[in-house]
């Protein structure tokens, strides 16, 4: 019971002060549920556990395989909830704060080609059982490609974003936080056809005493839009229909070729950062890989000595 009420707390505290995001929540309650019960099978909680119990947990977790990211992540967690507890006055010490995580390799993004994104656009317009999942998966893949929108934020816009043909998108992102980014011409077109087309099956459904959803993408489920699984899957098929790899694609890689190919073409680092709606640009910097091909075309192209 202790351990719950440590976990709430800490929850409650992240939501309040730090204005933390429900996935962001839910990842910290998973992976203190885990410790705790680990812990619970010991005969130990959180008030009593020492740095060797943390430590040992870590290796538990090293044994079973998990990748390097969700360890660092499982620490991460377990570090700021003794934090809490140590600020609060419930325990006099945070028995984490010494212990050295895995490390997280540096990878670069997996990220697709112009080409493929162009399949895939163009596969979204045929991919569906009727015109209006035509339409709607058109706008989606225009809306992801266009802004570098994460999923949830995409599954999630409401209806009043998307009013009054904008040429900009105002995305609420993690934290609450709200950014805008502009629409490209063919997103623009893509979300003006979809707003038609689902202002038309509103209406019917009013008609039908059905009650209005303030959601962009709609759906009957419990969440009331489309969910990031649905759209998981959706974007796998249109990769099929696209006749590009499904391993290659995913929403997230949708993301990186956004943020790529805006930096290929001369994009400045701290403009795409705010697109991303990056916290710190030192997550942005990752995609200056692809600065290095274009670095030594300019070079090979300009230096006075090049021809030679």
Request: glycine share 6%; with cysteine; net charge positive.
């Amino acid at each position: 019971m202790k351990d719950a009420y440590w976990i709430s707390s800490f929850l409650e505290a992240q939501a309040a002060e730090r204005g933390a995001a429900d996935n962001t929540r839910d990842a910290y309650a998973r992976d203190l549920n885990d410790f705790t019960g680990w812990l619970a099978a010991r005969n130990l909680d959180l008030a009593t556990a020492q740095r060797a119990d943390v430590e040992d947990y870590l290796i538990r977790c090293e044994a079973e395989g998990l990748a390097v990211a969700t360890r660092a992540r499982r620490l991460s967690s377990i570090r700021q909830v003794y934090r809490f507890a140590f600020e609060e006055g419930m325990r006099a010490d945070n028995p984490a704060v010494q212990i050295a995580g895995p490390g997280r390799p540096k990878r670069l993004p997996k990220t697709l080609g112009i080409d493929e994104v162009d399949r895939l656009l163009t596969a979204a317009q045929s991919h569906g059982r009727t015109v209006q999942d035509r339409l709607r998966n058109t706008c989606l893949m225009q809306l992801l490609y266009a802004t570098g929108m994460r999923v949830s934020e995409l599954v999630t816009l409401p209806l009043s974003a998307a009013r009054g043909d904008p040429r900009m998108l105002l995305i609420r992102g993690k934290g609450g936080k709200e950014r805008m980014v502009p629409l490209s011409p063919p997103a623009r077109e893509a979300l003006a056809v979809w707003l038609a087309e689902r202002d038309a099956a509103e209406d019917r459904a009013r008609m039908a005493g059905k009650p209005a959803s303030p959601q962009l993408f709609p759906s009957r489920g419990k969440s009331g839009h489309l969910t990031r699984h649905a759209f998981y899957l959706l974007i796998k098929e249109i990769a099929v229909t696209g006749g590009v790899s499904p391993a290659k694609v995913t929403p997230h890689t949708l993301r990186h070729a956004f943020a790529t190919h805006l930096l290929q073409n001369g994009a400045d680092l701290r403009a795409i950062q705010t697109f991303l709606g990056h916290a710190d640009v030192a997550t942005t910097e990752i995609y200056t890989h692809v600065l290095e091909a274009r670095l030594k075309e300019l070079v090979f192209d300009h230096h006075p000595l090049a021809n030679d």
